[in-house]
């Protein structure tokens, strides 16, 4: 898929229409219940406070049948949005509230004369790594011992919109898990 196109997802779940909108403090007891179960290292409420309270930090949830099923957390910075927390309750995954969250992202890209979607995925984590390619990023960099809980490198992820050729040129390719999943290398 080039950088241009909307997201789409190759899941095979069915899709789960969900409402985004803006996160408010009620949010927080489902939020933080998501957070726990998708991550080893999960940020606290203090995390997300103190995340929330900077003037350029956005929360955004998405709702299905009045419950959260997924979360996102990003930054606005000059030429791009830069995704800080991202999650989906692990019982509505792939089926589809992830691919409607990063469309969402896109779409304020477009309304805010921003070019960029950037993230940090753990080396580790195959799934989401394995998600935001299908959603158009690419990996373009590795940063060294990023996560101060683990000595865990973090791949930078960017999706760019409407520059199909500006990740392609360059030595931009980074061998990581993805590629090595791909090649048949990961056993599943």
């Not at 933080?32 to 309270?53: G, K």
């Not at 990063?102 to 309304?111: D, F, M, N, P, R």
Request: aromatic share 10%.
């Amino acid at each position: 898929m080039s950088f241009g196109q909307s997201p789409r997802s190759s899941s095979t779940g069915s899709l789960c229409g969900v409402q985004i909108r803006w996160m408010i403090r009620r949010d927080m007891p489902e939020v933080l219940e998501i957070e726990r179960q998708s991550f080893d290292f999960a940020w606290t409420e203090e995390d997300f406070l103190c995340c929330l309270r900077q003037r350029n930090c956005i929360g955004m949830v998405a709702e299905h049948q009045e419950r959260i099923v997924g979360f996102m957390i990003y930054e606005l910075l000059k030429s791009q949005l830069h995704v800080l927390n991202f999650a989906v309750d692990p019982g509505t995954r792939r089926m589809g509230v992830g691919v409607q969250m990063i469309e969402k992202l896109v779409t304020k890209l477009a309304q805010q004369r921003r070019k960029e979607l950037r993230l940090e995925v753990r080396e580790g984590n195959l799934a989401a790594q394995l998600f935001f390619k299908q959603q158009g990023f690419t990996a373009t960099n590795v940063l060294r011992n990023y996560y101060e809980d683990t000595t865990e490198d973090a791949y930078v992820m960017r999706y760019l919109l409407n520059s199909p050729g500006e990740l392609l040129a360059g030595p931009h390719f980074i061998r990581n898990r993805i590629t090595e999943y791909e090649d048949g290398v990961v056993e599943s």
